[in-house]
């Protein structure tokens, strides 16, 4: 098996990337060594000259692709392939950021930056979240009032896949910035979103199709800030005929690549302590001599889009068939790339992937590099710490079970219970048959005492509640997952430039 890592991404403002820039390098080498092996054979052809007839068709494709886009990126037609890949959503920084490593690394060491649009997938929402502040400057601002707030910018219809989802309410779409504005006013600076969404409205022309006005829109944005990479989308990949014969190959034999498949996926779950059936990836189902296919069949225009089975001797293929997660990034790390850039969450089901290379072609896998980042809003906070927080819980359960500690001489002087608790814990028994009885005595003492530091209780429950509302509001103004559109332009173009330049 390969070597499995736990990855996290920053807990501060940061950036992971892994391995370090100083070993990409030999990492590049060491995959296009094991790639390079000629006995092995993809649809009858040996592995090396199937990859650079592919890598040749796909590159044509992406270009073709982007200048339908009405984005035209001129460039080599061929050569070594440095890629990653997401669903076109309005992603956070820590997903936008692995594009500008793509491009900068791919410059670095001499690759074609190729970014996939995953359009199979479908969509699991469309709203943005924000954090609303209500600050008043006729008051002190109150972290009671901050909450999160989510705006939608088209009608929810369930999970559709991308590549046809279309905006369902062309007014909710054209209004979205007009109604998100006024939780953005008391943030303190300009985000991109008013501008931006000029651009989703201008792509809107173009083509009703989310995914694509999305996508659009946010090469719009990388070009402009110096980041241009080919892009594909999966729908795209899939009609080439390099991925036809891939199907053609697996499905082929596909009763033992059924069993490795799934070997893999149950010994992720034990090795990982996972219960549930669903992750990382589900099972494919069997029945009787009829096996299930790690692809999809695309339904109603590709709206939807059902399991692929196949009996042994079946040849699949289409336009409409459409790799599923682990079958994608295996075609990309097998047959298309030198390298591959993960986030934290495909990094880790990919070592299912790893698994099943390693089992079904006999070869250690292309490794993986691993890029997220923790970025910000520059929204002001509450001073409150955990620390802070953690004083405030510690004083309250002092004062709980101490009172003692907090009263004043006199007062110590003249309470009953105060006496007996300080005789009490001084003769503490020894035998465990005694404590039961003795500890009784000293909870008695202690409740005698408390209505005597009634006053600092309150106080510090008081003190405490104001912790945890800051904190709460904290965590809601520190979240890592607002979309990168919230952001001011100028910090948002510098931290992505920054990956980039591999800073």
């Given at each position: 098996?390969?070597?499995?890592?736990?990855?996290?991404?920053p807990?501060?403002?940061?950036?992971?990337?892994?391995?370090p820039e100083?070993?990409?390098?030999p990492q590049?080498?060491?995959?296009?060594?094991?790639?390079n092996?000629?006995?092995?054979l993809?649809?009858?052809?040996?592995?090396p000259?199937?990859?650079d007839?592919a890598?040749?068709?796909v590159l044509?494709?992406?270009r073709?692709?982007l200048a339908?886009?009405?984005?035209?990126?001129?460039?080599?037609?061929d050569?070594?392939?440095?890629?990653?890949?997401?669903?076109?959503?309005?992603?956070?920084?820590g997903?936008?950021?692995k594009?500008?490593?793509?491009?900068?690394?791919?410059?670095?060491?001499?690759?074609i930056?190729?970014?996939?649009i995953v359009?199979?997938?479908?969509?699991?929402?469309?709203?943005?979240r924000?954090?609303v502040?209500?600050r008043?400057a006729?008051?002190p601002?109150?972290?009671?009032?901050?909450?999160?707030?989510?705006?939608?910018?088209?009608?929810?219809?369930g999970?559709?896949?991308?590549?046809?989802?279309?905006?369902?309410?062309?007014?909710?779409?054209?209004s979205?910035v007009?109604?998100?504005e006024?939780?953005?006013?008391?943030?303190?600076?300009?985000?991109?979103?008013?501008?931006?969404w000029?651009?989703?409205r201008?792509?809107?022309a173009?083509?009703?199709?989310?995914?694509?006005?999305?996508?659009?829109?946010?090469?719009?944005?990388?070009?402009?800030?110096?980041?241009?990479?080919?892009?594909?989308?999966?729908?795209?990949?899939?009609?080439t005929n390099?991925?036809?014969r891939?199907v053609?190959?697996?499905?082929?034999d596909?009763a033992?690549?059924?069993?490795?498949y799934?070997?893999?996926?149950?010994?992720?779950?034990?090795?990982?302590?996972v219960?549930?059936?669903?992750h990382p990836?589900?099972?494919?189902?069997?029945?009787?001599d009829?096996?299930?296919?790690?692809?999809?069949?695309?339904l109603?225009?590709?709206?939807?889009r059902?399991?692929?089975m196949v009996?042994p001797g079946?040849?699949?293929?289409?336009?409409d068939?459409?790799?599923?997660?682990l079958?994608?990034?295996?075609?990309l790390r097998?047959?298309l790339?030198?390298?591959?850039?993960?986030?934290?969450?495909g990094?880790?089901y990919?070592?299912?992937?790893d698994?099943?290379?390693?089992r079904?072609l006999?070869?250690?896998?292309?490794?993986?590099?691993?890029?997220?980042?923790?970025?910000r809003?520059?929204?002001?906070?509450?001073?409150?710490?955990?620390?802070?927080l953690?004083?405030?819980?510690r004083?309250?359960?002092d004062?709980h079970w101490?009172p003692?500690?907090?009263?004043?001489?006199?007062?110590m002087?003249?309470?009953?219970?105060?006496?007996?608790?300080?005789?009490?814990i001084?003769l503490?028994?020894?035998?465990?048959?005694d404590r039961?009885?003795w500890?009784?005595?000293l909870?008695k003492a202690?409740?005698s005492?408390?209505?005597?530091?009634?006053?600092?209780?309150a106080?510090?429950?008081?003190?405490?509640d104001?912790?945890?509302?800051?904190m709460?509001?904290?965590?809601?103004?520190?979240?890592?997952?607002?979309?990168?559109?919230?952001f001011?332009?100028?910090?948002?173009?510098?931290f992505?430039?920054?990956v980039?330049a591999?800073r």
């Open positions: 098996m390969s070597v499995t890592h736990r990855y996290r991404a807990a501060e403002e940061g950036i992971l990337s892994f391995p100083t070993e990409i390098g590049l080498a060491r995959n296009s060594d094991r790639l092996r000629r006995d092995i993809i649809d009858g052809c040996p592995l000259q199937f990859r007839e890598r040749r068709e044509t494709a992406a073709q692709y339908e886009s009405g984005q035209p990126l001129p460039g080599p037609v050569g070594p392939i440095f890629m990653s890949g997401h669903q076109p959503e309005l992603t956070h920084v997903v936008l950021v594009t500008f490593a793509l491009n900068g690394m791919a410059e670095r060491h001499g690759r930056p190729l970014n996939l359009d199979n997938d479908t969509t699991k929402n469309t709203h943005l924000f954090a502040l209500n008043d006729n008051r601002w109150d972290p009671a009032g901050v909450h999160l707030q989510t705006v939608p910018y088209d009608r929810y219809e999970e559709i896949t991308y590549e046809q989802r279309a905006v369902v309410d062309p007014g909710l779409f054209h979205f007009e109604r998100a006024p939780l953005t006013r008391d943030w303190g600076f300009k985000p991109l979103l008013p501008e931006m000029q651009q989703m201008t792509q809107y173009r083509t009703p199709i989310l995914g694509q006005i999305v996508s659009a829109t946010r090469r719009h944005y990388e070009r402009r800030w110096g980041c241009n990479n080919l892009e594909i989308p999966l729908s795209r990949l899939c009609a390099a991925f036809q891939f053609r190959h697996i499905t082929g596909i033992r690549f059924h069993r490795i799934n070997e893999a996926v149950a010994e992720y779950r034990e090795r990982n302590h219960r549930s059936r669903n990836v589900p099972d494919l189902a069997e029945d009787h009829t096996y299930e296919a790690p692809f999809w069949r695309m109603s225009g590709g709206e939807r059902a399991r692929l009996k079946d040849v699949p293929t289409g336009p068939l459409r790799s599923r997660a079958t994608t990034t295996m075609f097998l047959i790339s030198d390298g591959f850039i993960h986030g934290i969450g990094a880790k990919d070592e299912v992937t698994a099943i290379i390693e079904w006999g070869i250690e896998p292309p490794e993986i590099i691993v890029v997220t980042a923790t970025f809003l520059p929204l002001p906070t509450f001073p409150t710490t955990p620390e802070e953690h004083q405030a819980e004083r309250l359960r004062l101490n003692q500690r907090y009263l004043d001489s006199a007062t002087e003249t309470v009953a219970g105060a006496a007996t608790k300080r005789l009490l001084e503490r028994p020894a035998a465990k048959a039961k009885r500890f009784r005595q909870a202690t409740a005492l408390r209505p005597h530091a009634v006053g600092n209780l106080h510090a429950t008081a003190n405490l104001d912790c945890r509302r800051g709460r509001a904290n965590e809601a103004l520190i979240r890592r997952d607002f979309a990168w559109c919230l001011p332009e100028e910090l948002i173009s510098r992505c430039g920054n980039q591999g």
